[in-house]
C-alpha cells in the first residue's frame, strides 16, 4: 500500500466517539419515542440510528470533504476512485433498544470496496477498537491476537440470525448441529463487536449471513489484522453467497468445513 492509512483511522474514531455519546445520552428518548421497522417487524430503526449517521455524515463532509459515505440508514454508493466511508450508527439495534449493553457504532473507510481504516466504538463500555491494513488492530491502544486454539471441539463460536423467519429456521438447524463439534456458541447480537471478539480471543471464531457492508467493514479488519482468517461476502461460496467468517487459523479450516458439512451454506 503506497499510503498510511492510520490517520483515516484518527478521523475514524473521532467522529465515532462523538457519535457514540450522542447515541448513549439520547438513548431513553430514543426507545420510548417512535420505533421503526424495516425488512420485518423485529428489524428497527430508532431515531438515535437516524441521528448517529447524520452527525457522522456532517462531521466527515468537514473532516474528509467530498469523499461519499455509505450507511446503513441512508444507503449511499462507494467513490468511482478514492475513499468511501461505511457507517453502522448503531450496530446491535435491537440490544439498544433492550438496554443490552452490547452495540457499537462503527466506521471503515474503504479504498476500491477494501477496508484500509477502521473503528469500533462501544457507547457503553468505552472501548475502543481499532485497526489500519497493514499496521494491527488495538484495543484501547494494546495490540490484539486471536485465539491460539487447534481443536474444533474446544472453540468457542459466535453467530447471527436474520430477520426473516423461514431464514431463522433453517439457520436453527444448522447450529443445533454444529454445537455438538464445539465447546460452545454464542449469539450476542452486534456483528461489529462479534468479529473484534475474534480479534481479541475472546471467541475462536463467528460466521453470520445477510450482513450489511456497514456491518463487517471495520469489525472484518480489526480481525483479520489481529490474525484471524476472514472470508467476506462473496468470497467463499460454499459458505453462502452472503456469508461473513472469521475465525482463529488454528480452526479456520476446520470451522469451515464443519459449517459447510451442517449446510451453513445453503440457509
Ligand atoms: C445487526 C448485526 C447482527 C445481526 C442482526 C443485525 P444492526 O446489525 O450486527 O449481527 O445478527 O440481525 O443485522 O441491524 O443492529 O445494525
Keep these: 500500500m503506497s499510503f498510511d492509512p492510520r490517520p483515516l483511522v484518527d478521523v ?18 430514543a426507545v420510548t419515542a417512535q420505533v421503526d421497522t424495516k425488512s420485518t417487524a423485529t428489524d428497527v430503526v430508532t431515531e438515535a440510528d437516524r441521528a448517529s449517521e447524520q452527525l457522522v455524515r456532517d462531521r466527515l463532509a468537514v473532516l474528509r470533504p467530498g469523499e461519499p459515505v ?25 440490544n439498544y433498544l433492550y ?6 457504532v462503527s466506521i471503515a473507510a474503504q479504498l476500491d470496496g477494501v477496508s484500509v481504516a477502521g473503528a469500533v466504538l462501544e457507547p457503553v463500555s468505552g472501548r475502543v477498537w481499532t485497526a489500519a491494513r497493514g499496521h494491527g488492530s488495538y484495543l484501547d491502544g494494546v ?3 486471536v485465539s491460539g486454539v487447534t481443536r474444533l471441539e474446544l472453540s468457542l463460536i459466535g453467530y447471527g440470525f436474520a430477520y426473516r423467519p423461514e431464514r431463522r429456521q433453517r439457520q436453527a438447524t444448522t447450529w443445533a448441529a454444529l454445537s455438538t463439534r464445539v465447546r ?35 469489525g472484518a479488519l480489526v480481525a483479520s489484522e ?6 467476506l461476502p462473496g468470497e467463499d461460496p460454499e459458505l453462502g453467497a452472503d456469508a461473513t467468517f472469521a ?21
Design 12 to 29: 475514524a474514531v473521532t467522529v465515532a466517539r462523538e457519535a457514540a455519546d450522542l447515541v448513549l445520552r439520547t438513548r431513553h428518548a
Design 70 to 94: 455509505i450507511g446503513e440508514e441512508e444507503g449511499g454508493s462507494a467513490a468511482v476512485e478514492g475513499l468511501t466511508w461505511v457507517v453502522d450508527p448503531i450496530d446491535g439495534t435491537v
Design 226 to 231: 489481529a490474525g484471524a482468517v476472514v472470508r
Design 143 to 145: 495490540r490484539l491476537g
Design 99 to 104: 438496554g443490552l449493553p452490547w452495540y457499537s
Design 247 to 267: 475465525a482463529a487459523p488454528g480452526i479456520a479450516d476446520n470451522l469451515r468445513n464443519a459449517l459447510v458439512e451442517c449446510d451453513f451454506g445453503l440457509v
Design 184 to 218: 460452545d456458541i454464542r449469539r450476542a447480537g452486534a456483528a461489529s463487536l462479534d468479529l473484534c471478539s475474534v480479534a481479541a480471543g475472546w471467541l475462536d471464531g463467528y460466521a453470520e449471513h445477510a450482513l450489511g457492508r456497514w456491518d463487517w467493514a471495520a
